[in-house]
C-alpha cells in the first residue's frame, strides 16, 4: 500500500508541475492553493532549479500575500542560494502573520547558526521547542546543544543533551555529544557517575559504555577503561573505536605487545586508517622491531602524507638502527609538516649532532629552547655543544641563566658541577656542588655520570659524606 501511495503521490505532484508549467507557456493565470504551491517549491528546489522556485513564489505570494507558510518556503529558497539577510526579511515578515510557526523559527535559527551568531540561534530554536512535537523536540534540542558548545556553554549543552536523552535514551549523537561536554568542561567525576546511572537503567548501551571508557581512561583508571570498552565491544564486535582506545589505555601502561594487538583487531573492522598504523608502528617501535615498526609508519605516511608523527617515527627508528645519513630526510619532512614541535628538532639535533654537524646540530637545540623553554633537558646539551665548538664562555652563560631558571632541576645543577670541574673553577664548582647535594642528596649519581674523575676527587667525596 505504501509504495502505491507513494507513486500515487508523486503522480499527483507531477501533474501539478505540468499543469504549473503550461500556466507559464501560455502565460495565463490559474489558481493553486498553499498546499500545491508548497509541493512545487519543493519539487524544484529538490532539482536545484531555484530560478524556477522564484517563479512559483512570484505566483503563490500575488495569490496568498499573507501566508507564512509560503513566506517560510521563500526565505528556504534564499537560504539555498547563500542570501541569508534576504532569507531574515522574508521570515521577520510571516512572524508578522503567524507568531507560533515552528518552521519559522527554526529557519530563523539555522540562518543565525550559520551566520555564527549562536545567542540568537538559541534564542529562536527555544521559540520552536515551545511549539514543537515529541518528535520534533529531540532535534531542536540537539541544535541548541551544538549552539551552546560553539558559544562555550557546556552546562546547557549538558542539560539540553540529557533532556534528550529521557526522551530517547537511544539517540546517539546526545550520547557522543554528551561524553565530548563532560571532557571539555574537565567534568569527568560528574560524566563517570552519569554514565554509570545511565548503564543501570540502560545496560546494553554500546555507546555509553565507550563514553564510561574514555571516562576512565582520562582519570587515569585504565584497567577500569579496558574493562568497560570491553562490554562495548562484547555489544557491538565491530565497534573499531573501541578496539582503538583499548589499545591505547594498554600504551599507557606501557604494555606495548597486548596494545599491538588491539590496534592490529581495530584494523579488522575498519577501512585501512593512518593512525592506525602509526600506533602500530609506535607499539613495534617501543618493542625495539624497528624495521617492523618502520614498515608500519611508512604505511600510515602513504596514506595520510602529511601526517609529521608518522615520518618522525621513521626518522626515529633509523636513528635507533644507527642509520643516521637515513633518518635525516624523514625529520627534515615532519620538521617541514611541523616546525613548531620541539621533538622533532631535538632529534634532528642529535642526529646533526653525531654526524658530526655541531653548528647545525646547535641550531636545532636553539630552536627545541625558544620553542619549550622550561625543557630540563636541552640547556645540558646547549652547554655539551657549546663546549665542542670551544666556546666555554657561552655555555657558561647558558648554565647561569638556566640554573637560576629552574632552580629544581636537580640533573641540571649536577651538570653544570661537572662542567666547573672539567674547566678548572673549583671555588664555584665546590660553591654549586654543595647546593646541589643539600637540595638534591639522592640524585648525585648523575655528576659521577656525566664527570667519572669526580669518584676520585677527595672535595668531592668529603662534601658527599658530609651531606650523607
Not at 508548497?38 to 529538490?46: A, F, M, V
Not at 547558526?113 to 540537539?142: M, V
Not at 570491553?230 to 594498554?250: L, P, W
Not at 609506535?282 to 624497528?290: A, G, R, S, Y
Request: with cysteine.
Amino acid at each position: 500500500m505504501e509504495n502505491e501511495f507513494g507513486a500515487s503521490s508523486d503522480r499527483f505532484q507531477l501533474s501539478i508541475v505540468k499543469r504549473f508549467e503550461a500556466m507559464l507557456d501560455e502565460k495565463k493565470a490559474l489558481f493553486f492553493d498553499v498546499e500545491e504551491f508548497e509541493g512545487l517549491i519543493d519539487y524544484y528546489t529538490s532539482k536545484n532549479d531555484s530560478a524556477k522556485a522564484f517563479k512559483v513564489l512570484d505566483f503563490a505570494l500575488e495569490q496568498h500575500p499573507k501566508t507564512a507558510s509560503l513566506l517560510v518556503c521563500c526565505a528556504q529558497v534564499y537560504v539555498s542560494i547563500h542570501k541569508p539577510q534576504e532569507a531574515l526579511r522574508y521570515l521577520n515578515m510571516a512572524e508578522t502573520f503567524e507568531p507560533f510557526d515552528i518552521e519559522l523559527y527554526y529557519t530563523k535559527a539555522s540562518i543565525f547558526s550559520q551566520l555564527r551568531k549562536s545567542a540568537k540561534a538559541i534564542e529562536n530554536y527555544k521559540k520552536a521547542l515551545e511549539y514543537a512535537d515529541l518528535n520534533e523536540k529531540e532535534d531542536i534540542l540537539l541544535q541548541l546543544a551544538f549552539e551552546s558548545e560553539n558559544i562555550n556553554k557546556h552546562e546547557d549543552a549538558i542539560n539540553f543533551l540529557s533532556s534528550i536523552l529521557e526522551l530517547n535514551s537511544e539517540n546517539e549523537t546526545a550520547l557522543y555529544e554528551l561524553g565530548f561536554c563532560f571532557d571539555v568542561s574537565n567534568q569527568l567525576e560528574r560524566g563517570k557517575n552519569y554514565f554509570l546511572d545511565f548503564l543501570d537503567k540502560q545496560p546494553y548501551s554500546h555507546i555509553a559504555w565507550f563514553n564510561l571508557g574514555i571516562t576512565y581512561g582520562k582519570l587515569n583508571l585504565y584497567e577500569k577503561a579496558i574493562e568497560a570498552y570491553d562490554f562495548a565491544i562484547a555489544i557491538k564486535e565491530d565497534f573499531s573505536s573501541a578496539y582503538f582506545n583499548k589499545a591505547h589505555c594498554y600504551s599507557q601502561q606501557e604494555k606495548h605487545l597486548i596494545a599491538l594487538r588491539c590496534f592490529e583487531e581495530t584494523l579488522q573492522f575498519e577501512t585501512e586508517d593512518a593512525l592506525s598504523y602509526y600506533y602500530i608502528g609506535e607499539c613495534h617501535e617501543k618493542l625495539e622491531n624497528f624495521e617492523k615498526a618502520i614498515a608500519n609508519y611508512k604505511k600510515a605516511v602513504k596514506l595520510d602524507e602529511f601526517l609529521a608523527d608518522g615520518w618522525l617515527g621513521i626518522g626515529s627508528c633509523f636513528f635507533e638502527l644507527d642509520r643516521n645519513l637515513e633518518s635525516l630526510s624523514y625529520i627534515r619532512k615532519a620538521i617541514d609538516l611541523d616546525d613548531l614541535n620541539p621533538d622533532y628538532h631535538y632529534l634532528y639535533g642529535d642526529v646533526k649532532s653525531i654526524l658530526g654537524f655541531k653548528e647545525e646540530a646547535l641550531n636545532a637545540f636553539l630552536k627545541v629552547q625558544e620553542l619549550e623553554p622550561d625543557n630540563e633537558d636541552i640547556v645540558i646539551d646547549i652547554c655539551n655543544i657549546y663546549q665542542e665548538l670551544e666556546n666555554p664562555e657561552a655555555a657558561m652563560n647558558q648554565f647561569c641563566t638556566a640554573v637560576q631558571e629552574q632552580a629544581n632541576n636537580a640533573k641540571l645543577l649536577y651538570n653544570f658541577v661537572a662542567f666547573l670541574f672539567k674547566n678548572g673553577d673549583l671555588i664555584n664548582a665546590q660553591f654549586y656542588l654543595d647546593i646541589a647535594l643539600k637540595k638534591f642528596y639522592d640524585e648525585k649519581e648523575e655528576l659521577f655520570r656525566v664527570y667519572e674523575e669526580a669518584k676520585s676527587n677527595p672535595q668531592v667525596l668529603e662534601l658527599i659524606e658530609y651531606y650523607k
